[in-house]
């Protein structure tokens, strides 16, 4: 995907969470592990967001294991650099055309 394509489904992502009463902390966190693209608070539970796109493919099959990996490495980074003592999750917003699928704790974190 490329990043001018990521930046749109990332704002849509944005969008969708606002109006679902989250407000946004950070985007786009890069450490030497990998990015988290949204970064979201709501009731006290700091949200860590995978966004994931695509067109001509069901893009929730871009959440490897890999990838999964990547993400954790880089939360444990973040709550380290950022000194987080709250609850925290990992989720996934999946945007298909006009469908948005959020998808809650994709990691047992």
Do not use: Q
């Amino acid at each position: 995907m490329s990043r001018a394509i990521g930046n749109i489904a990332e704002d849509l992502a944005c969008k969708f969470l606002i109006k679902n009463n989250y407000k946004i902390v950070d985007r786009n966190f890069y450490s030497k592990f990998g990015e988290i693209d949204i970064i979201a608070l709501k009731n006290r539970v700091l949200h860590f967001i995978e966004v994931k796109s695509g067109k001509n493919f069901d893009p929730v099959y871009a959440i490897t294991p890999k990838k999964i990996d990547k993400i954790l490495k880089t939360v444990n980074y973040y709550i380290l650099k950022k000194k987080i003592n709250s609850e925290i999750v990992i989720d996934a917003i999946i945007i298909k055309g006009n469908d948005i699928d959020f998808l809650e704790n994709i990691t047992l974190f």
